[in-house]
């Protein structure tokens, strides 16, 4: 098969990032980490995180000495969407193999083995022609003993909500994982992988920081999401009905969310996850 390269970011949620290494390790070829060298976030503000905490972690995970840490200036622009972008074209420059996948630090692949070992030797003719899609599972917010997710009115997972990730390494990142070949021929194929997606479920001075500093970050303050996630509870949460707002990506709506208990949630994800065909 054509060899993989994955790049991924490291930054204020660095924590988050050996879990999702870990559910794709065993099935690229390289892995490239960016990391600002001046420990300035795409919007231009300081951060910091354990990095002897997560420097062992990497080591232990990387029996096969794939991954390599870049480290450069990826704050160029006052427009913070160009910083991303900048910052996934240079990862790309340091890639050794045609056929390139983009994983952020808060996502876990939950069917890895099934789109890896099934589904790209089908699309893998084509690889150079489209860009592939996931779908997302978002966990929504946490309290003690349970998860809000956003689901459909059915309570299932599978929304088919997808967001580029895979491309062809001659294609230039222009919006983010969107690449000119998506945007420009809109040749893009929707995959069955299901990713995890810890985005907003974090704590509230956590999340506070991620949307202040992501790409996204010069419209937060003019977007309600953030003020309608700190209102919800387990008392209320079933108000909300097709809530999702203009900042945070496509814009078809969230339908519901749906509560579910820690001890059932990540079983519960991988048997929806396992449930999207081929």
């Known amino acids: 098969m054509q060899k993989k390269s994955a790049i991924s970011l490291i930054s204020y949620d660095a924590e988050y990032l050996p879990a999702s290494i870990m559910s794709y390790y065993a099935y690229v070829d390289e892995i490239v980490l960016g990391l600002d060298k001046n420990r300035k976030t795409w919007a231009g503000n300081n951060f910091s995180f354990d990095e002897q905490d997560l420097f062992k972690k990497l080591s232990v995970i990387d029996g096969d000495n794939k991954i ?5 200036d990826f704050y160029k622009s006052d427009v913070f969407i160009n910083n991303d972008n900048y910052e996934r074209n240079y990862l790309k420059s340091h890639c050794s193999h045609d056929w390139l996948f983009s994983f952020d630090a808060d996502e876990e692949l939950l069917n890895a083995n099934h789109f890896f070992e099934s589904y790209l ?5 084509y690889y150079k022609d489209y860009d ?3 779908n997302w599972f978002l966990p929504y917010k ?21 967001q580029g990730f895979a491309n062809w390494k001659n294609y230039e990142f222009v919006y983010a994982r969107w690449t000119n070949n998506a945007q420009g021929a ?9 990713i995890l997606h810890w985005s907003i479920c974090r704590k509230e001075k956590e999340l506070n ?3 202040h500093n992501i790409g996204h970050a010069d419209i937060v303050d003019e977007d309600p999401f953030y003020d309608i996630w700190r209102n919800i509870n ?3 949460f079933n108000e909300l009905r097709n809530f999702k707002t203009s900042g945070f990506g496509d814009p078809s709506q969230w339908s519901r969310l749906t509560q579910i208990s820690k001890e059932e949630f990540r079983k519960k994800a991988v048997e929806q996850a396992n449930m999207i065909g081929i």
Do not use: H
């Open 68 to 72: 390599t840490v870049v480290e450069e």
């Open 121 to 125: 030797p089908l699309v893998e003719p």
């Open 132 to 134: 592939l899609a996931f």
């Open 142 to 162: 946490e309290f003690e003993d349970s998860y809000l997710v956003i689901t459909d009115e059915r309570g299932n997972w599978n929304l088919q909500e997808t």
């Open 186 to 194: 809109k040749r893009v194929l929707a995959t069955p992988l299901a």
């Open 209 to 211: 920081q991620k949307i």
């Open 234 to 236: 387990l008392g209320n």
